[in-house]
Nanobody
Framework: QVQLVESGGGLVQPGGSLRLSCTAS????????KAWYRQAPGKQRELVAV???????NYTDSVKGRFTISRDNAKNAVYLQMNSLKPEDTAVYYC?????????????WGQGTQVTVSS
């Protein structure tokens, strides 16, 4: 099992910045993908940013140029730096990990952290 714990959410004004952190513990070997998802009220959960084992990253169009996903393998952590925040970025943000063990993929989620962008 993998446990994911997020931190760093909060209330920020439009144009502001936040940095989300997610630390993994437990059976953390063979994690191939780490990502951030978000879910706004009344909407489906959507992929925000992903980083794969070789370090390649990808972003949903609405956050390109504003958000940056990064990782620190020594700390088993993944981060989401969010700049130029907009009210439409308001959502619960979830950390995600995908792990391969004995040819079977397993997925793990954090508990979520609220991000509110409002003046």
């Amino acid at each position: 099992q993998v446990q994911l714990v997020e931190s760093g959410g909060g209330l920020v004004q439009p144009g502001g910045s936040l940095r989300l952190s997610c630390t993994a513990s437990g059976s953390i070997s063979n994690i191939y993908t780490k990502a951030w998802y978000r879910q706004a009220p009344g909407k489906q959960r959507e992929l925000v940013a992903v980083i794969v084992r070789d370090g390649n990253t990808n972003y949903t169009d609405s956050v390109k140029g504003r958000f940056t996903i990064s990782r620190d393998n020594a700390k088993n952590a993944v981060y989401l730096q969010m700049n130029s925040l907009k009210p439409e970025d308001t959502a619960v943000y979830y950390c995600y990990a995908r792990r391969l063990v004995v040819n079977k993929w397993s997925e793990y989620w954090g508990q979520g952290t609220q991000v509110t962008v409002s003046s």
